[in-house]
């Protein structure tokens, strides 16, 4: 598990939060967020109301009482920053602790000569690699670039970049090349290529991400934004329209009053807090070892339509195991066992090992003479042993069938039969061949994953269509698609297929995710709305995603998809909160602005406030000190539990716009008990 630190107030991300908090008060800064910059406005004209009463104006009410207002109205705007604050110094830390591993790094830098290698080897410092430079990494040293291997196998430690303490393998060729600068190789070799200039490597673009520089409103928070805006332009309109009906009326309505009204009925809270759960978002997701660039993939993870999963590693655990002996008939069933244990005693492979294990016999205890062992190719699709005059094979049905056939001999009926109903059972057959006469069938079986059916099953519940993607035949795709639990799969599939199936839902109007690791994976990644690379995958895999999962975990899809949709309810929960808190507000400021000249208002006093100063004062205080208090749950977001949407809606109105009427009510009548006895 990461090592990362989940405590929310940290004495060291505190203090930076304070000093940010002040930082930020620079208009340049606050007019980003519309709501918070007419609060500033607000702020500088009671000081300048307080400087004018202090030159002697007597209308305004006193000192005393408009410095406080001045005061509660600094404190909200401190309270919106350090919101803000606290969630980009959570951020930081962690890119502090990133810079750590970028330290110059020492390279054995190999001399090269076009394509060839000079047997030359010269200790240079990181910052001097550059892309395509080759250097040689051994036991024990640092990896000082970002890279694919070329040449060797070796054992890394990537706990600096992903807080994982277990090792993992990476070797040259496939998905697994790809090494990220600041790991250590912990066993054996290896010769990197550079994939990077100085600067704009993996650990480079993730610091920056970390503490956000990149970060872009997205959509929905551009559109609430709007929202808020809009909500501050009607309130503006409210609060001018007070003052006719104050003249009317003959009640005098202070600056005060004014500036009060308007920062309580604007929604404050959540417009403090917006900025918090966006950054919030991504840093929960860092948190599960996930980075991405930008908050827009975070918050698109949370209204996913469309899920695309590999079957291998992902559904089933990724290593096939052999099940079942299925000898062909007239062969005795011993004979095909041995068969298929001696050509499995060179096979290195899960499968190979998982069929010595199945007989439960060891193969040394078959004495064999100047065994000649044959590894298995792409070409030929078997492999085996030969001895004396024996040669036995063990592969591909069609593969062993062809061999069999050349010799003129006939493959049986039933063990054809055998192979389509393991295939049609979601297994792989492998027949086994003695001198090009079929023994038998070994069954393998994909074991799928514990709990993958309940995963997806609650990904069905959030409304997400699952679909799995391999390249097995439709038979092994569908039957364990319906043993996963998927919704569709991709049988057969080519990097064509899965771009071209994202590309018909997105047309449809939905948005899809795609995980992967390969080169292959690239296109669809880059076309999936949420493309989520492994960090242990190919350059372009990473290049092309908006995530990089460091777990190198393909479910990780599944908790980013619950991160994302905690986004939206946190954001839209403390909306309907804030909007709600409205109604207490206007009950405590307007009937006590009026109350003297018009006594019928009386009724609408349902707090008994003390006086309209003290009513005033209590909802302004109030109106601060909520931001702070839902600090933690802005940072932590609301809880998620994948229910429909209708019933997510009634849960949300009941307990926060409900709470959000309900809270003010009580904590202004608290206050004002407070405030009462200062006048």
Not at 132 to 147: A, N, Q, R, S, Y
Not at 439 to 449: A, N, R, S, T, Y
Request: hydrophobic content about 45%.
């Amino acid at each position: 598990m990461s090592n990362r630190s989940n405590k929310l107030f940290e004495p060291t991300l505190v203090k930076e939060a304070l000093k940010q908090s002040f930082v930020k008060l620079n208009p340049r800064s606050m007019f980003r967020n519309p709501v918070m910059f007419t609060v500033e406005i607000g702020t500088a004209v009671m000081i300048g109301v307080c400087i004018w009463i202090m030159a002697g104006e007597k209308s305004q009410g006193g000192l005393a009482y408009n410095l406080v207002v001045a005061g509660v109205l600094l404190l909200t705007l401190l309270f919106a920053n350090f919101a803000e604050a606290i969630a980009e110094a959570r951020g930081k830390a962690q890119a502090d602790s990133l810079r750590k591993t970028r330290e110059e790094t020492p390279a054995k830098w190999i001399r090269s000569v076009g394509e060839m290698f000079v047997n030359e080897i010269k200790i240079v410092p990181s910052s001097q690699l550059k892309k395509g430079d080759v250097f040689l990494c051994e036991t024990g040293d640092i990896i000082p670039m970002d890279g694919e291997i070329i040449q060797g196998i070796a054992t890394i430690d990537e706990s600096a970049i992903t807080g994982e303490s277990a090792p993992v393998i990476r070797e040259s060729g496939g998905d697994k090349s790809s090494v990220t600068g600041g790991t250590k190789v912990l066993s054996d070799s290896i010769k990197v290529r550079v994939t990077t200039e100085p600067g704009e490597s993996f650990l480079d673009k993730m610091i920056a991400l970390v503490e956000g520089a990149s970060r872009q409103k997205t959509p929905n928070e551009i559109a609430l934004t709007i929202l808020l805006a809009g909500f501050t332009l009607i309130f503006i309109i409210v609060c001018v329209t007070l003052k006719p009906f104050g003249d009317y009326a003959s009640t005098p309505i202070t600056i005060a009053a004014f500036i009060s009204l308007f920062v309580c009925l604007i929604p404050t809270t959540i417009g403090g807090l917006l900025s918090a759960i966006g950054i919030a978002g991504m840093d929960r997701a860092l948190r599960a070892n996930v980075i991405t660039k930008s908050g827009k993939a975070v918050e698109t993870a949370g209204d996913l339509d469309t899920l695309l999963l590999d079957k291998t590693g992902t559904i089933t655990i990724g290593n096939r195991k052999a099940t079942r002996f299925y000898p062909a008939n007239g062969i005795d069933e011993k004979h095909f066992i041995r068969s298929a244990v001696l050509s499995s005693m060179a096979d290195e492979t899960p499968e190979g090992k998982s069929i010595i294990e199945l007989s439960g016999i060891n193969p040394i205890s078959y004495p064999v003479t100047n065994p000649t062992f044959i590894k298995f190719t792409a070409e030929t699709r078997s492999s085996g042993i030969d001895f004396q005059t024996t040669r036995i094979r063990k592969g591909a049905f069609d593969s062993i069938r062809t061999m069999v056939e050349k010799k003129g001999n006939i493959f049986p009926a039933e063990t054809a039969t055998t192979v389509k109903m393991i295939s049609s059972n979601g297994g792989t057959p492998l027949v086994v061949s003695e001198n090009e006469m079929v023994l038998g069938v070994i069954e393998l079986q994909d074991i799928i994953k514990p709990g993958i059916h309940e995963r997806f099953e609650r990904l069905r519940k959030m409304g997400v269509k699952t679909v799995m993607v391999t390249g097995d035949n439709p038979l092994t795709a569908k039957f364990i698609a319906e043993k996963a639990g998927v919704d569709d799969f991709i049988a057969e599939a080519k990097p064509e297929d899965k771009m071209n199936y994202i590309k018909r839902e997105q047309q449809g109007g939905k948005l899809v995710a795609m995980m992967g690791d390969g080169t292959n994976d690239a296109p669809a990644l880059a076309q999936a709305d949420v493309g989520v690379a492994m960090n242990s995958g190919t350059a372009a895999a990473k290049e092309a995603g908006n995530m990089v999962d460091l777990d190198n975990d393909p479910t990780k899809l599944i908790e980013i998809v619950e991160i994302g949709k905690q986004l939206l309810m946190t954001r839209g929960t403390l909306t309907t909160f804030s909007i709600a808190n409205d109604v207490a507000k206007y009950f405590a400021i307007v009937p006590a602005l009026f109350i003297a000249s018009i006594p019928a208002l009386q009724s609408l006093n349902i707090m008994r406030l003390h006086s309209p100063e003290s009513a005033i004062l209590s909802a302004v205080i109030f109106n601060a000190i909520i931001i702070p208090l839902l600090i933690p749950l802005a940072l932590k977001g609301v809880a998620y539990k994948p229910i429909g949407a209708s019933a997510l809606l009634r849960r949300n109105l009941l307990i926060y716009g409900l709470g959000g009427v309900i809270v003010p009510f009580i904590g202004i009548k608290l206050i004002d008990l407070v405030v009462s006895t200062w006048f």
